[in-house]
């Protein structure tokens, strides 16, 4: 398979508000393969979601290259954000076809019912964003992204904030549309199971600046369903992704409580 | 549905329960000499007043509604062209905001005799004057909204290859007509504010002519008729923009 995305040795600094330079990522490379799932983890600041940037082109890189290839015609990314990100004046049908409208494809929009029904929300068509729950608004986001038929899907923490159930039916049913619409995803998440059940690849980075310190291929089947978090083979890939996290030695806490275990 | 009819029944029921006692209240606090009348006539005084004064009642309140509104209009449309420049240049909002500021802490009757010095007495000066109480909500409340957008939209459309003109179009705009609105709303009450200013200082017609005509020569009962109109109008206006702002804006209503 070809890779649709190479980033060499790409390091990203900003200058805060402050003045003060903040390195977010350093010395990043990897190549993401066609019609595999990457997903990167880490914690809290390690420059995930500006890696997704410099892929989908808004920011550039302060040293080091990207490339992106389509597979067929011009690259473009499909993006989903961790707040759903929806414009509100627009109803679900509006926010669907908006990429659409960016792109000036005419006459895509036949693609729009099939993609409703795809993110089970056949009749809520004219609902404004406000009047949808928490999980329905993710689906509109997701059908968003993939409406244009994007060269790579960006997925940024895209159920942070989702209860656990919702987020177990989000994840199998994302799974389920990228695999079956046989996409290229890059996926964030500082969830480390998330990363194992929608991940081919998964890429640890280190605390800021982001570096990569592994990377763990995962061989699970392409269709996954919840059950398979229960699994050895599931929960050995999750304790790896936690070792080389360090989060399987005690912490190293600066105050713990009187009462606690020595 | 049904709930909500009873809901918006029960409501409207309040609001006019609340005034009917206030009015009676009123008519009582006058008819007992609590407040005498020559200070505070009492409601049915001011209602007499209305229809049994030779007042060309419609004359005034066409010439008030005429500058209120041409100075609304103005002032909005200055508002937001003056909007659309502070948020697309930071050059131009440390250059251009201060005078804005200036002019809006300024009082009008200390702006007035300049205007009416370079314009002349004329309507024109007094829609000038109006719509100087008007632009101000509409240049903070509009550049808020342009402003203060989902970054992760901008991110998107960026994404897609869109212009910062079409970026403009599809997410700064339709994010600013909240505020566009709520800044609407408070410049329909400075505009008719402004109205009656300008007639207090230099007009032969209009409400706030005809208080400051009514009040210098003692006729309290007038006076507080043309400000019975002058509120009902006011009133009118508020509803007017309200009511535009809930049909232009579906999404925000159902919140």
């Known amino acids: ?262 | 549905m049904q709930n909500k009819v009873v809901r918006n029944l029960r409501d409207q029921a309040s609001v006019l329960g609340s005034l009917v006692v206030g009015v009676v209240v009123w008519q009582v606090i006058v008819d007992y000499g609590i407040i005498p009348s020559f200070l505070l006539p009492a409601p049915t005084e001011i209602v007499a007043a209305i229809f049994s004064s030779r007042v060309n009642w419609w004359a005034n309140i066409f010439a008030t509604l005429r500058e209120a509104i041409a100075g609304f209009v103005l002032g909005t449309a200055l508002g937001l062209l003056l909007a659309v420049a502070v948020t697309a240049s930071g050059i131009v909002r440390k250059i251009v905001m201060p005078y804005i500021v200036a002019i809006q802490v300024l009082p009008m009757v200390a702006i007035a005799p300049i205007i009416y010095i370079l314009v002349g007495f004329n309507d024109l000066s007094r829609i000038i004057l109006t719509s100087l109480l008007s632009f101000f909500p509409v240049v903070v409340g509009t550049a808020t909204g342009l402003a203060d957008v989902d970054v992760n939209l901008v991110y998107l459309l960026k994404s897609l290859g869109a212009s910062e003109s079409l970026i403009f179009y599809k997410v700064r705009l339709p994010n600013s007509l909240p505020h566009l609105f709520v800044s609407l709303r408070i410049a329909i009450t400075g505009a008719t504010v402004g109205a009656i200013v300008a007639e207090f200082v230099s007009s032969n017609i209009g409400l706030g002519f005809l208080m400051t005509t009514a009040l210098t020569s003692f006729n309290i009962d007038l006076t507080y008729a043309a400000g019975f109109i002058l509120t009902v109008i006011g009133l009118l206006l508020y509803g007017l923009v309200e009511g535009v702002g809930r049909a232009s804006m579906p999404w925000f209503r159902r919140r």
């Open chain 1, 1 to 262: 398979m070809a890779d649709l995305v190479s980033l060499k040795d790409v390091s990203k600094s900003y200058t805060a508000i402050t003045g003060e330079v903040v390195e977010a990522i350093r010395g990043v490379s990897f190549d993401m393969h066609e019609r595999e799932v990457l997903t990167l983890v880490g914690p809290s600041g390690c420059g995930k979601s500006t890696i997704l940037r410099l892929i989908a082109g808004v920011e550039k890189p302060s040293s080091g290259s990207i490339e992106r290839r389509a597979a067929e015609g011009k690259f473009v990314v499909g993006y989903i954000f961790q707040d759903s990100s929806l414009m509100r004046w627009r109803t679900v049908y509006g926010n669907i076809k908006l990429p659409m409208e960016i792109l000036g494809k005419k006459g895509a929009e036949a693609k729009i019912p099939e993609l409703v029904k795809l993110i089970n929300l056949e009749g809520f068509e004219k609902a404004y964003p406000i009047e949808l729950s928490g999980g329905m608004q993710r689906r509109v986001a997701v059908a968003r992204a993939l409406v244009h038929d994007p060269s790579v899907l960006l997925m940024d923490e895209p159920f942070t904030g989702v209860d656990e159930i919702t987020k177990e039916i989000l994840q199998t049913e994302l799974n389920f549309v990228i695999r079956s619409l046989k996409m290229t995803g890059v996926l964030v998440t500082h969830d480390i199971e998330e990363a194992v059940y929608l991940g081919d690849r998964v890429l640890v980075l280190s605390a800021h600046p982001g570096r990569i310190v592994e990377e763990i291929t995962v061989d699970l089947p392409e269709i996954r369903e919840p059950v398979i978090k229960t699994e050895e083979r599931f929960t050995r890939y999750t304790k790896e992704i936690r070792e080389k996290l360090n989060l399987l030695h005690p912490l190293r806490l600066s105050r713990r409580p009187t009462d606690a275990p020595a």
